[in-house]
């Protein structure tokens, strides 16, 4: 595989990883807090919400981005904006898909956090929200891992990818759409190539997130 | 004298289960206020209350003569001025200064100021040697030191301790004893409230003590009178080790 | 905290210079067209629209799909010009208002594909009815397999048609009996891969089916069937009603509706080829007349292609030719 034949592999890489990386941020900042809040606070209903958040975890990411199709759409509600078949429909699309996951991992690892730890923190003499925010922290390896899941989940999709950006050649096409069209073409060669790609793409991210993980002080 | 922390007839029940059964206890200011019994006496019940982690069921909690919900905001302003130290204590996943500073973060003090008072309690327990381990790779008796420093670093007017001796050798044990007594010297307003089922170290430090049996108190005595001549037989053949407990 | 100051700044850079290839793209218009996956998958496009795009410095946003999604999103009007092989559903998409000067501009061919051993004897059928007759003969009996596009795409259509000049409707051909009528719901790629894997018999539009053989994935697929004008795929030009969506940049949509009937652009379309042939032929009806009137030979062969002949008629056609 020579790059740059066809078009340019760094390109759709970059725009995986823009894409990719943006959905993880969006849906971490989203669903990181919201799971934090589920988890520690007591309320009625907190089972049910609990269950659907962990539901959406087989949400179909083709559903999702129908779900964005039509809300960007010129025909749709938002369709003015002009956000269809570029990469902010699709990061939109990947970022409903981390949400659940995010909340729902954070929801086990914050609750995971011992019963004494987060007495200690009440007895330092922590106020609610402090004290909420250092269980976070106890609880860091795991929010790395939400946010690893959520960046794996997103460089892998390409149903709703393809749907709401389109594979434009130069603006939307991603590794995945990328692997795709190689695919319909026959061309598997190429299109294992790519595959091998994304792979080491996602290995070097991975890596750099365990060594947060990993970090000793906080 | 005011009262430094109140049970006013407080109740908790988890369930069926009745930890506090009616309590009124008082606790006065400056003094070592000690709260003996068996296990499952409901001592660490009461601890809780006051720290005003859980509200009781019925009755009310008061800190200087203030009931005090611990729901509420006032709560959150008078935990910062109450230190609480468990038997067996857990570290938070940073390192043992960070451990020790994290009570000064949350109280807003100054970079600066927190640095120099984080170094002068890691000399004053010995833990300077393990300023940035990891807190959760400290031995029983580091522990326990860590978690008084972390608890006491803020200067709490009131100091709980839950039988933070149980775990420990002769040699920390005296040691945290000796912290102890510092403590309650360097300011005559600082009130110490002691969980023990350890009758000698309760007759060692206390001014006062009580006895819990049950969920309820069976007699509240200062030193002398406790050991020497209690009013309650159950008292009486607690302090002369015929209870098995 | 270094680390994490480190590895922020290699996250924003990361991110701002992906973001910088794809956001400040240097200005110019842009028109985006939806067509078919096998349009796409031809290189048709990759060869002829960097000529339009220079020209008019321009940027074409293909955006491939099946040929119902493509006409979907006309009608939401989220693309502003089609570039479809449907017919009757390009037809009704004009007559419901929502596409405007709908051309006919270039066509290429569907082919009967099937086993080497060709158990149904489509090799001999008059036409491609035939063809389809002998195998549904074949099929009901067990003798052989047939594998269905079953996606609304133009091929899919395509077979429907030919089915219903047999006399089957949609509904009687979708409940076909499945122990030989396979309803796939795939791409044509992915469709003759599983006819190499049975042995089955398809419908196949020949750019899809050369690619396969050149990448040597199909050895024991061959076209039975081909030439019957039956099996002609006609390709259209369909403007988006602007009227409607006025965010279309109409004037650029028309200018390449003119570029791709002129004679520039039906003369690069002719010079496409690919698998060593001519894949697609040009045949926008300016185009036609122009060269009949110039009288050249592509007019015969281009008028021939406008009324029903037999295959045997192109095969002798493309001998004058040689």
Known sequence: ?218 | MTAAVELRNATKRYGDVVAVNGVTLTVEKGEIFGILGPSGAGKSTVLRLFDLLEAPTEGSVAICGEEVSYLSKRADDVRSRIGMILQKPVALNRSVANNIAYSLQIRDWSEEDIKKRVDEELKRYGLEGRRDKNARTLSGGEMQRLSFARSTVFGPELLLLDEFSANLDPKNVALMEAQISRYMKEDGSRTVVMVTHNIFQARRMCDRIALMWDGEIIEVADRKKFFEDPDDPRTAAFVKGDIVY | MAMIAISIAVVAAVVISAMALVVFAPKMQYLRMATTTSTQDSGLLDYILPVFENETNSKVEVIAVGSGQALEMGKRGDVDILMVHSPASEAQFVKDGYGTNRTQFMYNWFVIVGPDSDPAGTRYAKNSSDAFKRILDNGTTGNVTFVSRADNSGTHSKELTIWSALGYNKTQVAAFDSSWYKQAGQGMGSVLDMCEDMGAYTLSDDATYYSRVEAGIIPSLNITKAGDSALKNQYSIILVNSTIWTHINATLAEDFLAWITSHDGQDLIKSYERYGQQLFTPNAPAYISALSIAGCRGAVEAAVSASTRSEETILRLSNIRG
């Open chain 1, 1 to 218: 595989m020579v790059l740059g034949i066809e078009y340019d592999v760094v390109q759709v890489t970059l725009l995986s990883l823009y894409v990719a990386g943006a959905a993880t941020i969006l849906g971490c900042l989203i669903g990181i807090p919201l799971g934090s809040l589920i988890g520690l606070k007591e309320f009625g209903g907190k089972g049910t919400l609990k269950t659907i958040t962990y539901t959406m975890y087989g949400f179909p990411p083709v559903v999702s981005g129908l779900f964005i199709y039509y809300l960007f759409s010129r025909s749709g509600p938002f369709g003015s904006l002009g956000v269809l078949f570029t990469p902010t429909a699709m990061i939109l699309a990947e970022t409903l898909l981390v949400i659940p996951l995010a909340a729902g991992i954070t929801i086990t690892e914050v609750s995971e956090v011992d019963r004494s730890i987060k007495d200690t923190i009440r007895a330092l003499g922590a106020s609610r929200r402090i004290s909420n925010l250092t269980v976070m922290r106890e609880a860091w390896v795991g929010l790395i891992m939400a946010a690893m899941i959520g960046f794996g989940r997103c460089i892998a999709e390409v149903g709703a990818a393809y749907m709401v950006g389109g594979n434009i050649q130069g603006e939307t096409r991603t590794l995945t759409t990328a692997i795709m069209l190689e695919t319909r073409m026959g061309k598997f060669d190429y299109a294992i190539g790519l595959g091998l790609v994304l792979i080491a793409v996602a290995l070097a991210v991975f890596f750099f997130m365990r060594l947060l993980q990993e970090k000793e002080h906080l």
